[in-house]
Structures are given as structure tokens and as C-alpha cells.
């Protein structure tokens, strides 16, 4: 099968485009009770796992996407770095439709729940270390974790622009 590299602008992210997705989480007052700005979590399956994940640049093409059907995941850059993620929305389907994967690009001074079964590829970034905070399970990436192999599926790879 020969391969298609097809071009995701990146979206600046915003409570209402990221909502099919998941939920874009920005600073709020300290002592306001909780609500429907906080991150709405589903950890019960397990034992959540809240710990700072060091990547190294992984340019911007992506041939693979996951999902974590057992639990809701939170990702955040430390330092107030940007980055990029692409997603689709979760689904039955054993692979997303390559039509609904998007991109966004995420600022420093928040982070980004996804929901259960978001299918995500990320995160991407041009420095060559960014420090990310990840809450998810403690075995989300032994028993929770659905790939699907865009490239084998597809015959795509995504690559994501910023706009």
C-alpha cells in the first residue's frame, strides 16, 4: 500500500473546539468549589498513576493513534512550553476515520483531559526535552492501550502545521 502523508492544521485550543475530545483545563481562583471547569475524571477501574513523563523531540508526523478505553487521561507540559496534539473522537470502530482526526495546539498554562476512548497521537513539540504531567491508570499502558497503525490501516501519515 504506498503512502499518503495528509496535512492537520493546528487548531488553537478552546474549551468549545476541544469538546468532542475531552476537556481543556486553564487556571482558575484558588477556594472555588468544584464544578464543571474541573477536570471530570473516571479512574475507578484502578489505581491512578500521576507522574512527570520527560520526552524527547518527536517531530510532528504521526503514523499511530491510541486510546484508553478504561480511564479518562490529563496531559500538560511543565514550564509553560506549547505543544501539539492530534486526536479523534472516541468510538466503537477498531480505528478512527482519518476524516475526524484533528490537530491542536496546546499552551503552557493549561492541560487537556481526554475522554475515555479519545483517540490520541502526542505529544508533539520542537524543543528537544519537554517534561509533561500524565494522570491516567497505573497499568493504562499494559491493559489499556489500543493503537491503530494509521500507515497499515490507512496507508496515512499525519503531519501537523502549525496555522
Known sequence: MSMAIQTLRAKA???????????????????????????????EAGVPR?????????GTQF?????????TQC???????????GVAPPG????????????????GNCFVKLEVGTWHAGPYFDAEYVSFYNLELSDTNIVDHDTCDLAKTYGLRFAIALV
Not at 469538546?19 to 477556594?31: C, H, L, N, S
Not at 503514523?63 to 478504561?70: G, M, S, V
Not at 480505528?95 to 499552551?107: H, L
Open 50 to 58: 500521576f507522574y512527570i513523563m520527560q520526552l524527547k523531540r518527536r
Open 13 to 43: 485550543i478552546t474549551e468549545a473546539n476541544f469538546r468532542p475530545f475531552g476537556q481543556v483545563i486553564f487556571p482558575q481562583a484558588d477556594g472555588k468549589p468544584f464544578g464543571p471547569d474541573d477536570a471530570q475524571l473516571q479512574l
Open 75 to 85: 496531559l500538560g507540559s511543565l514550564e509553560g512550553k506549547a505543544w501539539l496534539l
Open 92 to 107: 466503537a470502530a477498531a480505528a478512527p476515520d482519518p476524516e475526524a482526526i484533528q490537530a491542536f495546539q496546546i499552551p
Open 63 to 71: 503514523h499511530t493513534i491510541t486510546r484508553h478505553q478504561a480511564c
